[in-house]
């Protein structure tokens, strides 16, 4: 019994800044990576960010310099604070947990739209 509770997704303008939270709850082992997703209409899910149980991270290239992933692992919680943002940034962003037993639990997504 794993739940993942996506927030922070709304509409801004172009070169706004939003920040979404992703908290897990409930039968928590020990997290080894966390990470954002995203989904536009008519493409595939890609991956946005990621960071490993170690610290390190990872950014598609479309977005480095402009997000920051960070995590809380106390509070089960991952963050991504995307600035600078563009219209092409527009999707449905989703969370993902990946336990150490290599187990994924996502979340539901949220929406983010970027106007021009």
């Known amino acids: 019994q794993v739940r993942l509770v996506e927030s922070g997704g709304g509409l801004v303008q172009a070169g706004g800044s939003l920040r979404l939270s992703c908290t897990a709850s409930?039968?928590?082992?020990?997290?080894?990576?966390m990470g954002w997703y995203r989904q536009a209409p008519g493409k595939q899910r890609e991956l946005v960010a990621a960071?490993?149980?170690?610290?390190?991270?990872n950014y598609a290239d479309s977005v480095k310099g402009r997000f920051t992933i960070s995590r809380d692992n106390a509070k089960n919680t991952v963050l991504l604070q995307m600035s600078s943002l563009k219209p092409e940034d527009t999707a449905v962003y989703y969370c993902?947990?990946?336990?150490?037993?290599?187990?994924?639990?996502w979340g539901q997504g949220t929406q983010v739209t970027v106007s021009s």
């Open positions: 993902k947990i990946t336990f150490v037993t290599y187990r994924d639990y």
């Open positions: 409930g039968s928590i082992f020990s997290i080894n990576s």
């Open positions: 960071i490993t149980n170690g610290g390190s991270t």
